[in-house]
């Protein structure tokens, strides 16, 4: 079956950087677009960032200009450069498909914490 599996994240201070990596067994990221989620405690989990197959990004408000999607050659690995982190990025982050598309299953996250 597929797996997702998220690395990359840590404690790091306002305003430091991190590059999460997302790993996919299958086809899952050669057929659909890629997504990096969040969610935060006590709040339902979001999209933060899109790259679709031709390589169109899309990002949230929140964090646009301050992350970066990008995916390698092999459309088997999704990276999420974050600069600029604020206390509020705080959150497990999840990759998947793409919105519009059903998700496959969940892998373990990253835990992103962002404090002084």
């Known amino acids: 079956q597929v797996q997702l599996v998220e690395s990359g994240g840590g404690l790091v201070q306002p305003g430091g950087s991190l590059r999460l990596s997302c790993t996919a067994s299958?086809?899952?990221?050669?057929?659909?677009?890629a997504g990096w989620y969040r969610q935060a405690p006590g709040r339902q989990r979001e999209l933060v960032a899109t790259i679709f197959l031709g390589g169109m990004t899309k990002y949230a408000d929140s964090v646009k200009g301050r992350f970066a999607i990008s995916r390698d050659s092999a459309y088997n690995t999704v990276y999420l450069q974050m600069n600029s982190l604020k206390p509020e990025d705080t959150a497990v982050y999840y990759c998947?498909?793409?919105?519009?598309?059903?998700?496959?299953?969940w892998g373990q996250g990253t835990q992103v914490t962002v404090s002084s």
């Open positions: 998947n498909t793409g919105p519009g598309v059903s998700n496959v299953n």
């Open positions: 299958g086809n899952i990221f050669r057929i659909n677009a």
